[in-house]
């Protein structure tokens, strides 16, 4: 499964973004898809995922009650719509694929397929 995630830029605090991934095969549709991101110097961390039916959802708390994941099965494509934005969510953020677990997990180790990463960068 090759992932392709877009949409990233540069906007100031307060705005919003969506960020998308893109599957290229027909299955995508059957996985777990998760949205992790990375910042300067820290470790990669969770953000959300959503489940393969695309009704169960799981957010870090970092950004719960901000962001939104939600998935087009027409399109092959899973999205995430960031709002409120802060600096701190500056990061390069990656989807990928959980081809094992029905409702998706927040550990990285997990996941099989991991898409090329999409830079977001949030001004104050």
């Known amino acids: 499964v090759q992932l392709q995630a877009s949409g990233g830029g540069w906007v100031q605090a307060g705005d919003s973004l969506r960020i998308s991934c893109v599957g290229s095969?027909?299955?995508?549709?059957?996985?777990?898809v998760g949205w992790f991101r990375r910042a300067p110097g820290k470790e990669r961390q969770f953000v959300a995922v959503i489940s393969r039916s695309g009704r169960v959802t799981n957010y870090s708390d970092s950004v719960k009650g901000r962001f939104i994941i939600s998935r087009d099965i027409t399109k092959n494509s899973v999205f995430l719509q960031m709002n409120s934005l802060k600096p701190e969510d500056t990061a390069v953020y990656y989807c990928a694929v959980d081809q094992k677990s029905m409702y998706g997990t927040s550990s990285d180790s997990e996941y099989d397929y991991w898409g090329q990463g999409t830079q977001v960068t949030v001004s104050s």
């Open positions: 095969e027909w299955n995508f549709n059957h996985y777990s």
